[in-house]
């Protein structure tokens, strides 16, 4: 079995790489620090990045280089806590790397809680790398890849900028923050906010339960955002032949369009108010044509509803 050249740097304390992840006011000041850094062989470029933090912050930043190199800092009310404190770096031949923290248990160590224990992650990877990556309460960063990833967080906030390739995020009461995503993007959380900005690709799908999502500079040939009871506020450009579907249950949708060709919106809810759209109804719709269609070629489409509250659409210049 072939194996990859590994070069292991430890520094204490060690010239950082990137700004040192933001940490709690009540960890130590002086926590142990240490560099690593694996290099490919030749024939065997990394490819893939499977990473779990359940300790703490994680923070991917891509760059143009073959290396990956991991900045950690633990944290623990002792030495002998820091001692059971561990990091786990292991890259496969077939260009895959996984990186696992850990913390020793048992009866016969000294007991600490586990609010007192703590690593936070930094990793300097190939741009061109697809990133996996989950934490539990910690932030989990991802910036200038071109791969795209999947990205999961229980309570942790969610930060991505300048992406690239197809997108994933799941989290369950983070909120979730992307910015220049140039791809398919589906962005999912049960009670928290999404915030999207600088939005293009194929398609963006964005979900939540207990939380608002707002959009703005969204360019994505398809769109489709749902809520239960959180407001959606969307400002979006409509590609030609595009579609777009907005919903929620309990919440207010606002949507601002631009368009570069004909359009057919309809929508319904509590009040619908298309501001400067003329329109007609029918039953509970209520329907505008914004433009003619040239030809044979299909008009944009737009569908607005939300049940129990207010829907307000506009055509923007």
Do not use: C
């Amino acid at each position: 079995m072939k194996r990859l050249a590994i070069v292991v740097v430890m520094l204490v304390p060690a010239v950082a790489l990137a700004d040192k992840p933001k940490t709690d006011s009540k960890k130590p000041d002086a926590p142990e620090h240490a560099v690593i850094e694996i290099k490919p062989k030749a024939d065997h470029p990394f490819k893939q990045l499977a990473i779990e933090n359940t300790l703490g912050d994680l923070r991917v930043e891509g760059y143009d280089g073959d290396n990956i190199t991991v900045e950690t800092w633990k944290y623990a009310p002792d030495e002998d806590t820091v001692d059971r404190l561990h990091v786990a770096l292991m890259p496969s031949p077939d260009g895959t790397v996984r990186l696992v923290t850990s913390v020793d248990g048992g009866r016969e160590v000294k007991p600490a809680p586990r609010a007192a224990m703590h690593v936070d992650v930094l990793m300097r990877v190939p741009r061109n790398a697809r990133i996996e990556a989950a934490v539990t309460a910690g932030k989990l960063s991802v910036t200038n890849v071109d791969s795209g990833g999947d990205l999961d967080s229980s309570s942790g906030e969610i930060v991505v900028s300048n992406v690239a390739g197809e997108l994933f995020t799941h989290s369950v009461t983070g909120h979730t923050s992307i910015v220049q995503a140039f791809g398919s993007v589906d962005a999912a959380t049960v009670d928290s906010d999404v915030s999207l900005d600088t939005i293009g690709g194929e398609k963006l799908v964005a979900s939540a339960n207990q939380g608002r999502i707002e959009g703005r500079r969204v360019s994505s040939r398809e769109i489709e955002l749902t809520t239960t009871d959180g407001r959606i506020a969307l400002e979006a450009e409509l590609a030609l032949h595009g579609h777009m579907i907005i919903s929620s249950l309990h919440g207010d949708i606002d949507v601002r369009l631009r368009s570069h060709g004909p359009v057919v919106a309809r929508a319904r809810g509590v009040k619908v108010d298309f501001r400067n759209v003329p329109t007609t109804r029918q039953n509970d719709w209520v329907t505008a044509a914004i433009g003619r269609a040239v030809g044979s070629d299909p008009m944009a489409m737009v569908e607005l509803q939300s049940r129990f509250a207010n829907v307000q659409f506009a055509i923007v210049q």
